[in-house]
């Protein structure tokens, strides 16, 4: 914990995975930005309120313990409730788990991690941003660009610490951006994320909640260069819709595979009726049953 810093103490509800959460961000961490490790649990850098800060997290018996730099006392608990939100701490796995365990693969997942949690996001724009940087792009690649898209756009600390170093870019450092030439890139990727950027200058409650997953699709698929798994992906971490799907993916396909084959998109959408409202839990589940398939190899 950071000496002098504000202290906060998130409740959970068990069982709680912190585990699995964490190697989740781990993987995903913005270089510069984000930092997981076993020491340091997980850190990033925030902007409150046109303050800069630090903040980090660490399991406790039967919560999460925060600490908070650089941020004023009043601004405490709006900080608290982003990080219920990014450490999904509201989660009912009872419930999670009486949903998906008539499915047979589902199953023995949820008996093996009851305590799995959907990562939410901290910064909705920031995880669009990483959507979008991650289309058609391993989960690596995609971290490698966010690190220059941060080094190239994003603001530098006054005192870095522990390889936490800039704040991510707001919309208005990005909408006029040349992204593509900073991060050698496919333009149109460069160019979806100006779009988007634009999109939240233009409506402020590009991220608010949306009345239905269906809705929220909608408003993300109607900015240019951004798809239905892209759209999915922002519905289900920055949004918290639990119903979001991205059906294409890969990793999903892939954990389904059986002995006739990899299902495909249609037959994976028509099996995940039974798993409603909760399939951005299922999906979860089975992304972290495909990368340890994937590392067992």
């Not at 809705?215 to 239905?228: H, K």
């Not at 979001?244 to 998109?265: C, H, I, K, Q, W």
């Amino acid at each position: 914990m950071f000496a002098g810093a504000i202290e906060r103490r998130l409740p959970v509800r068990p069982p709680y995975d912190w585990a699995a959460i964490r190697a989740f961000l781990a993987k995903r961490a913005i270089p510069g930005v984000e930092a997981a490790d076993p020491a340091a649990a997980y850190a990033r850098t925030i902007s409150i309120a046109g303050r800069h800060g630090l903040l980090t997290v660490a399991p406790g018996a039967d919560c999460l313990h925060v600490a908070l730099r650089g941020v004023e006392a009043g601004h405490a608990e709006a900080v608290a409730g982003r990080l219920r939100r990014l450490f999904d701490c509201d989660a009912d796995p009872g419930a999670i788990a009486a949903c998906l365990v008539g499915d047979p693969v589902l199953a023995p997942l949820v008996a093996a991690r009851p305590g799995l949690r959907l990562p939410g996001a901290w910064d909705p724009f920031e995880t669009g941003c990483r959507a979008i940087l991650g289309q058609q792009v391993s989960v690596a690649a995609a971290i490698g660009l966010a690190g220059k898209l941060v080094a190239a756009f994003g603001t530098p600390l006054a005192e870095p610490m522990d390889g936490l170093t800039h704040v991510f870019p707001t919309p208005a450092d990005l909408a006029e951006a040349d992204i593509a030439l900073a991060l050698n890139m496919p333009r149109a990727r460069g160019a979806a994320i100006r779009a988007l950027a634009a999109a939240a200058l233009a409506d402020p409650d590009l991220f608010a909640p949306a009345e239905s997953l269906e809705a929220a699709v909608l408003r993300f698929t109607a900015i240019r260069g951004i798809g239905p798994w892209t759209a999915q992906y922002i519905a289900m971490r920055a949004l918290k819709l639990p119903d979001a799907l991205p059906v294409g993916d890969v990793g999903l396909l892939r954990a389904l595979e059986s002995r006739t084959g990899r299902p495909s998109p249609a037959a994976l959408l028509a099996r995940a009726e039974a798993w409603r409202p909760f399939r951005a839990y299922a999906a979860q589940h089975l992304w972290a049953a495909d990368e340890a398939a994937v590392k067992a190899r």
